[in-house]
Nanobody, 123 residues
């Protein structure tokens, strides 16, 4: 079992920045890919970014390229999502997820999920 805990959400003005953190515990040797997803009210949960647990390959949704950066700290079993130039449309609950398989944008491929952290961007 893998346990994921997110932190770092909050309220920020448009153009501002936030950094989300996701710390993994438990059977982290089961993890191959870590991802961030988000879900806005009334919308489907969508892929934001992913990084392989080893090797450091990373992937982004088109709508965050150049604004968001995913990174990891192996020593802390933590993955980060640095979000810059935030827009009101980035408002959502952001979820950290872990997959035992290779990189995927499909939320159904991620077995473990955090509880989510709210990000609100005011205009």
């Amino acid at each position: 079992q893998v346990h994921l805990v997110e932190s770092g959400g909050g309220l920020v003005q448009a153009g501002g920045s936030l950094r989300l953190s996701c710390t993994a515990s438990g059977r982290t040797d089961n993890i191959y890919t870590m991802g961030w997803f988000r879900q806005a009210p009334g919308k489907e949960r969508e892929f934001v970014a992913a990084i392989t647990w080893t090797g450091g390959m990373f992937y982004y949704a088109d709508f965050v390229k150049g604004r968001f950066t995913i990174s990891r700290d192996d020593a802390k079993n933590t993955v980060y999502l640095q979000m810059n130039s935030l827009k009101p449309e980035d408002t959502a609950v952001y979820y950290c997820a872990a997959a035992r398989g290779s990189y995927s944008r499909d939320r159904n491929d991620y077995r473990y999920w955090g509880q989510g952290t709210q990000v609100t961007v005011s205009s």
